[in-house]
Structure formats: structure tokens, C-alpha cells
């Protein structure tokens, strides 16, 4: 795993006896981590990959581009497969799997066209428990020909 970014928060911990009125107050320091793979397809852009924080793995929205940041040829369930293995990639470099997935999110330009793609898509690369799903329509995505994004939220074993 490549860390290039490692900073940490004071995390203020509050414990309150039931029994008592007094309450004990712990400072503890948060990690924040950043995860990238070579290349980093997203550094010219100021975007991690992924971050490592409070025992999760946030990983960025990743599109069908395959390593040289071009979009993959072959339409929405071509661009779909190229954006799961994408966070397949980014979730091994911070040593996750699909399995420790505990949400994600896909952003979508026509919904309607593309629903059945998505639930293929879904049924392809997660398994049961099914992770917890937003699934949303958009205009457009940050390039004219992305069809697809695909973001996810993991545990950090």
C-alpha cells in the first residue's frame, strides 16, 4: 500500500457514568490516510483515491477509464465493469475486498436506458449481504462520454 498522505485529527471521547453525574472526557487522535494506486489517475486533479479514517475506507468515484485515463470502449455495461474493477483496484491497494463493503453509490446518466446494466452490474461484483445502495440519475458526469461512477464506503479490517 502506497500511504502519501497521513495526517491526524484530535478526536475528543466523552464517557458518562450512568450512575454519576460526572462525566470523563479522553482525547484520542483519528487517522486520515490517503490511498493510491500507480498511477494515480485522480492526483492532477487534487482527489484521493481513497482515504483510511475512523476504521472505514472512502473511495472516490471511479468511471470506466481504463490506466492511461482513457474511457473504455463498448458503452454503459463496458464503462460499468471498468468502473467496478477500478474500485476493486483502489479497495486491494488499501487491502479491502468487494466483502468489506458496507455502502455505495452510482451515479448514472439515464436512468431509464440503464437500470437493468446497473442491477447486472451490481449482481457481478457484490454479493450477500448486498451492501447498502444509492442509486441516482445525473446530466452528466465530469466527462462528456462517462456513462457511469461508481463510489464505495468499506471497512477498514
Known amino acids: ?5 497521513t495526517r491526524e485529527h484530535p478526536m475528543t471521547v466523552t464517557t458518562t457514568n450512568a450512575a454519576a453525574t460526572d462525566t470523563t472526557t479522553d482525547t484520542a487522535r483519528a487517522r486520515i490516510e490517503r490511498v493510491a494506486t500507480t498511477p494515480d489517475w485522480y ?3 487534487r482527489i484521493s483515491q481513497a482515504i483510511r479514517a475512523g ?12 490506466e492511461g485515463g482513457g474511457t473504455v470502449d463498448g458503452g454503459f455495461l ?12 483502489v479497495l486491494a491497494e488499501a487491502g479491502a475486498t468487494f ?8 451515479y448514472v446518466r439515464n436512468m431509464a436506458e440503464n437500470l437493468d446494466d446497473v442491477i447486472r452490474l451490481r449482481e457481478e461484483f457484490l454479493s450477500l449481504p448486498y451492501p447498502a445502495d444509492t ?6 458526469l465530469a466527462r462528456p462520454d462517462w456513462l457511469i461512477e461508481v463510489e464505495v464506503t468499506a471497512l477498514d479490517r
Do not use: T
Open 1 to 5: 500500500m502506497q500511504i502519501l498522505l
Open 43 to 45: 492526483e492532477p486533479y
Open 55 to 66: 476504521g472505514l475506507i472512502f473511495v472516490s468515484g471511479q468511471a470506466g477509464f481504463d
Open 78 to 89: 463496458a464503462q460499468g465493469r471498468q468502473a467496478f474493477r477500478n474500485v476493486e483496484r
Open 99 to 106: 466483502a468489506d463493503v458496507v455502502k455505495v453509490g452510482i
Open 135 to 140: 442509486l441516482v440519475e445525473v446530466s452528466s
